[in-house]
């Protein structure tokens, strides 16, 4: 591996000595999990409403063992005195110790209340302000043991949750989708200190619903902030136009928008938002029409109105209108930024134009633009993604020498091509690189980590590398442990990968089952005659408040009718319509097929007398639904049957074309 060069290191220490010392960046913040049961507290980033960021490309967000003795794996757990490298470099403050200890508390008895308690007031920690912001920080996506730790905490006396803790709740919430519950806290904070309820614990609801897809409910939270004594303003409105624009829904935005130009003076803020929704979505001739609106305004657009504008030029390909623009804008007296020629830089990368990219660069230092690390960022990124390694250690290296400070999501593309070169021994020297120069490590890096170690076989070396993750201070997401069961599952550790998606469950990673994951562990258990472990894992995500809808339930009867368990599946069918979920068409016409087989008609006759009064309910043509089912039923073993047929004379063709080239 091309290791950073001796110069480029020298130069960095002289230059950055100081990061050696100074505190690591916050690590990678995982994609949203949902709540269970008032139960899953990951931390939400800062709300940054699009006029402050300029565009929301990839870069400009994201740069976010014990063994068991029996059998050489088991359940992680951190040892009493960890030893690793890591750890010299975090910062020890006056939290660190207790929120430890109380974080270790948390794991271990998580799932048993009382227990829980008792062993939380056995500690001795003082409670104090400061102390319960960092242990929700320190649980990370793991929202049992967080909320746990804010029901206790709020019961113990002389102690009452702040307005910081409060609004870290409500985001936790909010990003968990509980929304009945971020309700139920706000009435609670009302009653606690009117003074709590301000238009930033609005504008977090808004950003909730807005990510769910829920335009109606976002739309809803401004008529319902006068209730509360909250008057919404231009600013919150503005809030709300960015939280529909960031998560595709800039038709209603721009609806909205329209509807809401009497009550709200519009802001350059509001105009700016719409852009990049549109400019997201493709539709330059709408973000067009925006600009003229602004102008009639009399707004006249800065560098970010026009950033978001180059971005929809460059991300439908139009780089000769890319290159106008950067002219027409020094015309105006708005001189290109950093972002601006990164956004070029990104589009020329995505079409493999990575010398044109370089020339861009170049350009930046000629117009006396310097670069960031973004920018740099971007450019190894497209430089890893066309395989061009060598480069972008190079450009590392240049990188380094100029004095920039390279973050995890630098490494990141580094790392991530030499995984698919499946090389774990260079991207754990580089992980090293990265430490040396006090660029520590973050959950996605771990990730990328353990993913290569479980792809390779080297299921303990995965292991090790959770519990040094851990020991750092970073507490494992979905992605995390999805990655261990899927490695468990590779290696035939059937014990162990169950183990890891129970632990998951109880800690409020899966509200809403992980379809692929959880369909991958049924079936390996039940190919395995492993159905009292496949029942347990089912017990486990119904009785954990997990979110089951009729794909999750599906996949667990199809999966228990494939593997010959009839009647199992059947009474789990009745179980679901008990639920008042009516089965898929092909799952009802399977049963009856193979109910047809055992010669069961009791059971028979229950299913079909449950689903013909679903269907009565429903409006739903009972006889139309029993032909579809049949029909599908009869299509999907055709298929399979082509496939075979398919497949069987790819290998004849391929054999007598063998044949063929011999002679």
């Known amino acids: 591996m091309r290791r950073l060069s001796s110069k480029s290191f020298s130069i960095y220490q002289k230059t950055h000595l100081c990061l050696l010392t100074s505190k690591p960046s916050k690590p990678f913040s995982p994609k949203p999990t949902h709540f269970s049961s008032l139960s899953s507290v990951p931390e939400l980033s800062n709300y940054k409403p699009s006029y402050e960021l300029p565009m929301s490309h990839p870069f400009s967000t994201q740069f976010s063992a014990n063994y068991d003795k029996r059998n050489g794996f088991g359940l992680v757990h951190i040892e009493s005195n960890p030893v690793h490298s890591v750890t010299h470099h975090r910062n020890v403050d006056e939290f660190a110790a207790d929120v430890e200890k109380i974080y270790r508390i948390l794991r271990k008895f998580h799932s048993r209340v009382p227990k829980l308690e008792l062993a939380l007031e056995e500690t001795g920690v003082i409670m104090r302000a400061g102390l319960t912001e960092r242990v929700l920080s320190r649980c990370g996506d793991a929202g049992n043991l967080g909320y746990r730790f804010f029901i206790w905490a709020s019961k113990q006396p002389g102690y009452r949750h702040s307005y910081d803790v409060y609004k870290a709740m409500i985001k936790i919430l909010g990003k968990m989708r509980q929304f009945g519950a971020v309700w139920a806290l706000v009435e609670e904070m009302r009653k606690e200190n009117p003074l709590f309820i301000t238009p930033e614990v609005f504008v977090v609801l808004m950003r909730r619903f807005a990510s769910a897809r829920m335009v109606k409910k976002a739309i809803e939270v401004l008529d319902e902030m006068p209730k509360y004594g909250c008057e919404p303003d231009e600013h919150v409105f503005g809030c709300l136009l960015d939280a529909l624009c960031k998560n595709g829904s800039v038709k209603e935005a721009a609806s909205l928008f329209e509807d809401m130009r009497v009550r709200f003076t519009p802001t350059i803020k509001h105009f700016t938002s719409l852009l990049y929704g549109w400019c997201r979505e493709g539709k330059l001739m709408e973000a067009k029409f925006v600009l003229v609106q602004m102008r009639e305004a009399g707004i006249e657009p800065d560098i970010v109105v026009y950033n978001n504008l180059l971005t929809g030029y460059a991300v439908g390909g139009k780089m000769a209108d890319s290159h106008d623009l950067l002219e027409e804008m020094r015309r105006k007296g708005c001189e290109p930024n950093a972002t601006s020629y990164t956004i070029l830089i990104q589009a020329l990368c995505s079409m493999e134009k990575t010398e044109e990219a370089m020339r861009v660069l170049r350009d930046m230092d000629n117009c006396g633009c310097d670069a960031d690390v973004v920018t740099y960022t971007a450019l190894i990124s497209g430089l890893c993604k066309w395989r061009k390694i060598d480069k972008a250690y190079e450009l590392l290296d240049t990188m380094l020498q100029r004095g920039h400070t390279p973050n995890p999501t630098t490494y990141l593309h580094i790392l991530l091509a030499h995984e698919k070169k499946e090389e774990l021994e260079e991207c754990m020297e580089l992980v090293e690189e990265m430490r040396k120069i006090g660029c520590l490590p973050d959950l996605s890096i771990y990730n990328i980590l353990i993913r290569l170690a479980c792809k390779l076989g080297e299921v303990k070396e995965g292991v090790r590398l959770w519990n040094e993750m851990e020991a750092s201070g970073l507490s494992p997401g979905l992605d995390t442990f999805t990655i261990m069961v899927h490695g468990f599952l590779e290696q035939g550790c059937l014990v162990e990968a169950c183990e890891y998606?129970?632990?998951?469950?109880?800690?409020?990673?899966?509200?809403?089952?992980?379809?692929?994951?959880?369909?991958?562990?049924?079936?390996?258990l039940l190919r395995a005659d492993k159905l009292e472990m496949a029942k347990d894992i089912w017990s486990c995500i119904v009785t954990k408040g997990c979110e089951l809808n009729v794909y999750a339930w599906t996949i667990?009867?199809?999966?228990?009718?494939?593997?010959?368990?009839?009647?199992?599946?059947?009474?789990?069918?009745?179980e679901m319509m008990d639920a008042n979920l009516m089965p898929e068409v092909i799952t009802y016409a399977k049963l009856m097929k193979g109910l047809k087989k055992l010669y069961n008609r009791e059971i028979a006759a229950e299913i079909t007398e449950k689903v013909r009064k679903m269907a009565a309910d429903r409006q739903i043509s009972f006889k139309m639904y029993k032909r579809r089912g049949e029909r599908d039923l009869k299509e999907k073993a055709k298929a399979v049957k082509d496939g075979r047929k398919r497949r069987a004379r790819r290998r004849r063709w391929g054999c007598n074309r063998s044949k063929a080239d011999i002679l």
């Open 556 to 574: 667990w009867i199809q999966a228990l009718f494939s593997n010959k368990h009839v009647k199992e599946a059947c009474s789990y069918c009745l």
């Open 501 to 524: 998606f129970k632990e998951m469950v109880a800690r409020g990673l899966l509200s809403a089952p992980q379809y692929g994951t959880l369909k991958d562990l049924l079936n390996s």
